[in-house]
């Protein structure tokens, strides 16, 4: 049986993978995409310790976490959609209007 | 039933304040005379019930509600009807109908609104001062004392577009709020010392107490009280409002500014006889203020030209009369005087109302002359009542008057005796005079020269200037403005040969039965010795609770010597008027001219007003401007609220910096916050 450390550090590697995406690209469907990285991560994390604990609640989480994942993409993708319809551009730094 | 007595004019009020506007002048007046005959007769149902009862148990109380408890403190809502109150509210609705009658006539030329405006004030004056009188504790009196103060002020400044009606409004609430802080101190002391206020409850704890030897706290109540009194009846140093409220309706100066309001200081020195009693020091203070602003006033009244200002000046120093009664404990004779006062000075200022409103609204003396036989009504009921106050036997005015300098010389004050009657003199010389210059001689037609111009009476070119304006604004605006003054434009130009009319039937009525008051008013304390009971004041007695000791004592042949020489006082003022004002008038002006400096120093009121402006007025009023406003409100408060306004303002300036609007910095900085605080958290 693979040890917990083993999951918990490739789930470490794709957060931190995911996290340098939101930063260093600047191109918005990417950084969703990053996000979505980061968030099965997680999601990796909680059914790692749901096996090792022998609980179903790490599962039932997940489940969770994917449904809301899902909401997200079709709401983010809808922003972006929008976004790039009024800039012409998938950059986040030209939609820096709203500040003060 | 008590209650009817201040309800009823407080209904009328209600009724001319809601729906006076909309409805016609009759209505109007009609709501307010029956609301005062009703207390009138209320009144002299309660009285005669009251008379109907033990001399020693006379007191009716109604005790409507509970209005404060509060710990130790508990103040009722209670009337109480006892000989002295009863006294008042006679006077009170009696004169106080008689007014409202008269005013009916008076203000006819008002429009309908102000017509219910002017009732409604009366009426609530009236209500408020019944509430005064019957009060039985300090409290409710409090109230009513506050009340009529408003009422003042709101009749005074009735024709409130006039600068000068207006400013002496302000003028006398503010010199009366002075009083009222110290009644209000005078209270709370009461409270403290005897922990009640009300009145019988303070009589009954101070009774047995010896009186206070020298300056202690029963000194303190009563003079702070006194300090009350002195606002409200217009004494030195608080007499200054009440010449100037001559400005109001002539009829509200009858009422309020002679024979009722400006009576309730005295009511309250009378209402609290036992506790005066117990302060000789305060007693003194009373005598000896009474007694100055009864002759300051009576020489201030001497070269006065406007009718109402003579009469206003004759009212405070006649006020001066009682409150010399009341310091030398003559609690009777005071009220006495109080109640003939009322008479003839209503009479009085009803009659120079029914001159000036035949005149078109001219109030300078020097303008008027030959109204004898134009305004014979007028005349001689004013006639009547100049003798009356002059103190001729026979009259009201005798009896009390001369009740009071007897008492004051029994009581061992001849100091203040002499200066009574010295008093007593000018009163009988200015009230002539005044009869003399506007009722006899030849009717000046042009404007006569005044002598002192800056001194030049304004009031009747006041009236001219806003006749003036009215009618310029009525012709621009169909709104209707109402007149400076009751003047009807028939009545013709000042001093014109225009036919005068004489007073209308109300005013006729009010002013006929005043003057039979004046005459027989004064027999109810016809003193024994002139075959009389002295009922008056042994009615009173048990009111005060206060038993004079030297009464068995007075001589009678003292008290008819006494009597003689102030009937000849009133008799040689009469004369001298006479001689100066009707057969000589020369001698008059060359006298006036000998006499340059003090004449001018009379003519200027001994410049109290000036003093009190340049003392009190003036530098409350630097430091108000230049310290409290310039420096405290603009600079400190305004600069702190400012001050806190900038540094938020400068402080966000900067912070909204961190709002860039790039969403990557945004989360970044989230980022970086949950690395810190896991990294907080999870450091070993």
Known sequence: MIPLNYYLILSAVLFAIGTAGVFVRRNLITILLSIEIMLNAVNLTFVAFGRALGSADGQ????????????????????????????????????????? | MLLLIPLLPLLGFLVNASFGRRVSKAAAGAVACGAMIGSFAVSLLSVVRLVRLE?????????????????DFRADFTLRLDPLSAVMILVITGIGSLIHIYSTAYMHEEVDSEYARYFSYLNLFAAFMLVLVLGANFLIMFVGWEGV?????????????KKSASDAGKKAFIVNRIGDWGFVLGLLLAFVRFGTIDFQDIAGAVAPMAPEAGFGTISAITLLLFVGATGKSAQIPLYVWLPDAMEGPTPVSALIHAATMVTAGVYMIGRNAVLFSHAPTTLLVVAVIGTVTALMAGTIGLVQNDIKRVLAYSTV??????????????????????????FFKALLFLGSGAVIHALAGEQDLRRMGGLRSELPITYWTFLIGSIAIAGVPGLAGFFSKDEILFRTFASGHTILW????????????????????????????????????????????????????????????????????????????????????????????????????SVVAGYVGL???????????????????????EEAVAEHGLELTLMLVSSLVAVAGIGIAAYFFLKNRHAADRLADQFAGPRRLLENKYYVDEIYDAAIVQPIRITSESGLWRVVDARIIDGAVNGVAEVVGGASDRLRRIQTGSVRAYAASLFLGVVLILGYYLWP
Not at chain 2, 55 to 71: D, H, K, L, M, Y
Not at chain 2, 317 to 335: E, R, T, W
Not at chain 2, 530 to 545: I, N, S, T, V
């Open chain 2, 55 to 71: 001399p020693e148990a006379r007191a009716i109380v109604n005790q409507v509600f509970t209005w404060i408890a509060s710990g």
């Open chain 2, 418 to 517: 002499v200066v009574g009657l010295l008093t007593s003199l000018l009163t009988a010389i200015y009230m002539f005079r005044l009869v003399f210059l506007a009722f006899h001689g030849t009717r000046a037609p042009q404007p006569v020269k005044p002598a002192h111009p800056e001194e030049e009476e304004p009031a009747a070119h006041h009236v001219a200037g806003d006749d003036a304006a009215a009618g310029t604004q009525a012709s621009q605006s169909p709104v209707p403005t109402h007149q400076a003054h009751p003047a009807h434009p028939s009545h013709g130009a000042h001093g014109g040969s225009a036919h005068l009319h004489d007073a209308p039937p109300a005013m006729a009525l009010a002013l006929i039965v005043l003057a039979v008051g």
């Open chain 2, 527 to 549: 003193p024994g010795i002139l075959g009389g009971g002295d009922w008056f004041a042994r009615f009173l007695e048990p009111a005060f609770g206060v038993h004079p000791a």
């Open chain 2, 149 to 161: 103060g408003l009422c003042s002020y709101l009749l005074i400044g009735f024709w409130f577009q």
């Open chain 2, 317 to 342: 120093s006649q006020l001066g009369y009682m409150f010399l009664a009341m310091g030398v404990g003559a609690y009777a004779a005071g009220i006495f005087h109080l109640y003939t006062h009322a």
């Open chain 1, 60 to 100: 039932i989480i997940v489940f969770f976490v994917m449904t809301v994942a899902a909401a997200e993409a079709a709401v983010g993708l809808a922003i972006v959609i929008a976004l790039f319809r009024h800039r012409e551009s998938l950059n986040p730094e030209s939609f820096a209007s709203l500040k003060w």
